[in-house]
């Protein structure tokens, strides 16, 4: 192999230098992974933030691809859990969205076994068809651990689908940045700590040439990312990348946070999202605390009643008053503009329902990466990026949306709304596929596979009249038959969890083994 030196003279049009704009999560998750995959290469970043200005920090929650992450960057599923007050996450409960006192899980993980080519669900149908309805959620693993408060790390080399099960974690995200700073300064990431007041354009190229800083800084750059937040200086403000504003589809617009104690052990391993009268409620439960939020629409519901609501279904004592956090669901229409790629709330934000704004980081930096540029920042690779994100963010959209579509809270402005509301074209498509005769349709640059959205149609009980004839293979008695034997592996394998307690004490005392992460 080259050196790095040997190589860049061999490319004088490379990148030689990036600037990361903006701190906290988006900041910090993109230091240590670019440092990471661009490790050798001689580029140089550094993170411009500021300690005077306050970061969101509420993003506790993630989906599994996160320690896909952490392995990136060189860091153990364990260490990150110690450092962040972290807990174990197998998917989330939504508690009164089907109704008052109605519960569902969606789980990281498969539903039963397929069988001659046709998936599980629709041998699962056919036995409601006949008559025999069956609880969807006794056929996963992941949500019968769920359900009785255990844990356990997946297996490497699962016997079947029956096995198949994820997990991702909750987390302090202020002490996951922190974490990820002492973590990308040891990489070589320089950081400044000073507060942007000018961006400046080459008057030919229309790129960022500078940033001036209120310590009197000019800093330049190659490749800019813009990680500011929801002001989006870069991207937004100086680039003049439009905004994208999909609140009429997701109403949500505001947030109200407050950590309190824990009223016991960790005994859940998972997020519980509650369905309110103006919203939805989190939540998150860390070693130290719990983190709670309510997200509502502002059209519904005052500030002051939405904090008195989240304080009066709070299970133990408030640690903080209450954090008020504005927003709106949307995008800039272009993610990457010139030389400045937008990470973070910077580019969009959907509401946390699915707990995907970190994902969105990771996956922007992922794809950043598959498509690094030169210094000529060639739009064909700007444009092929804004592509597959804009379709990403659309695809999370509408995972969301379908969670406000299938609800069966009536008499409640905000739901009726939502149950009535017109549906995006594609959304519409799969919705009208899977009420046919249940079948799952996948969209290129899907976030959520097969069984989440399995988990929401069978949660709200948005069943087809018809299943796959081919089920019909089978006789219904061979059906149950099967059906009960894989019942019996799930509580089974089961069995080999541990409370999730246990693990979390565990982890406390026990270094990381090798090969986790």
């Known amino acids: 192999m080259h050196s790095a030196s040997d190589t860049n003279a061999a490319a004088p049009g490379a990148i030689r230098s990036i600037l990361i704009a903006g701190g906290g999560t988006a900041g910090w998750m993109a230091a240590t992974y670019l440092a990471a995959r661009l490790q050798g290469t001689g580029i140089a970043i550094t993170v411009l933030e500021s300690s005077t200005i306050g970061t969101v920090g509420v993003g506790e929650a993630t989906v599994p691809a996160i320690r896909d992450f952490f392995k990136a960057i060189g860091l153990h599923d364990f260490d990150v859990l110690r450092a962040t007050g972290g807990t174990p996450k197998l998917g989330i409960d939504f508690a009164d969205w089907a109704g008052e006192g109605s519960r569902f899980f969606h789980p990281f993980g498969l539903y039963g076994l397929s069988s001659r080519g046709v998936p599980f669900h629709q041998y699962w149908l056919k036995l409601a068809h006949a008559g025999q309805s069956r609880d969807l959620a006794d056929y996963s693993l992941c949500t019968e651990m769920a359900r009785s408060g255990t844990f356990m790390l997946p297996v490497d080399n699962p016997v079947n689908d029956l096995a198949v099960f994820d997990w991702a974690v909750h987390f302090d995200a202020t002490r996951f940045a922190a974490m990820l700073r002492d973590h990308a300064e040891r990489q070589g990431v320089t950081r400044i700590d000073d507060i942007i007041t000018h961006?400046?354009?080459?008057?030919?190229?229309?790129?960022?040439?500078?940033?001036?800083?209120?310590?009197?800084?000019?800093?330049?750059?190659?490749?800019?990312?813009?990680?500011?937040?929801?002001?989006?200086?870069?991207?937004?403000?100086?680039?003049?990348?439009?905004?994208?504003?999909?609140?009429?589809?997701?109403?949500?617009?505001?947030?109200?946070?407050?950590?309190?104690?824990?009223?016991?052990?960790?005994?859940?391993?998972?997020?519980?999202?509650?369905?309110?009268?103006?919203?939805?409620?989190?939540?998150?439960?860390?070693?130290?605390?719990?983190?709670?939020?309510?997200?509502?629409?502002?059209?519904?519901?005052?500030?002051?009643?939405?904090?008195?609501?989240?304080?009066?279904?709070?299970?133990?004592?408030?640690?903080?008053?209450?954090?008020?956090?504005?927003?709106?669901?949307?995008?800039?229409?272009?993610?990457?503009?010139?030389?400045?790629?937008?990470?973070g709330l910077a580019a969009g934000f959907l509401e946390p329902l699915e707990s995907t704004s970190i994902t969105l980081i990771q996956t922007g930096l992922e794809k950043l990466i598959d498509l690094f540029p030169d210094r000529a920042c060639d739009p064909a690779l700007a444009s092929e990026f804004n592509r597959a994100t804009t379709l990403e963010y659309e695809r999370i959209r509408d995972f969301l949306i379908l969670h406000y579509h299938g609800n069966r809270r009536h008499g409640e402005p905000l739901w009726d709304a939502m149950r009535a509301a017109p549906l995006p074209e594609k959304l519409a498509h799969k919705l009208s596929l899977w009420r046919a005769r249940g079948k799952l349709v996948r969209y290129e640059w899907e976030a959520f596979l097969d069984p989440s959205w399995l988990s929401m149609y069978a949660g709200f009980g948005l069943l087809p009249p018809a299943h796959d004839p081919l089920a019909d293979h089978f006789t219904d008695a061979q059906v149950v038959e099967a059906l009960d034997h894989m019942r019996e592996a799930i509580r089974a394998a089961a069995a080999h969890a541990r409370p999730a307690r246990d693990f979390l004490a565990r982890l406390a005392g026990a270094p990381a083994p090798q090969g986790v992460g």
Do not use: K
Request: aromatic content about 8%.
């Open 199 to 343: 961006v400046e354009l080459d008057g030919e190229t229309g790129h960022i040439a500078r940033i001036e800083t209120q310590g009197a800084l000019a800093l330049s750059a190659d490749l800019f990312i813009d990680c500011t937040g929801f002001r989006s200086l870069l991207l937004g403000q100086a680039l003049g990348s439009p905004w994208v504003d999909w609140t009429a589809m997701l109403p949500c617009d505001r947030a109200v946070a407050i950590p309190c104690a824990a009223s016991g052990p960790f005994e859940r391993p998972y997020t519980t999202s509650t369905a309110r009268r103006a919203g939805w409620q989190w939540r998150i439960p860390l070693t130290n605390r719990i983190g709670n939020g309510y997200v509502y629409a502002s059209t519904q519901i005052s500030d002051d009643e939405a904090a008195a609501t989240l304080r009066g279904n709070l299970e133990g004592q408030a640690l903080a008053e209450p954090n008020l956090i504005r927003f709106g669901a949307g995008h800039r229409q272009r993610f990457w503009a010139g030389n400045c790629v937008g990470i």
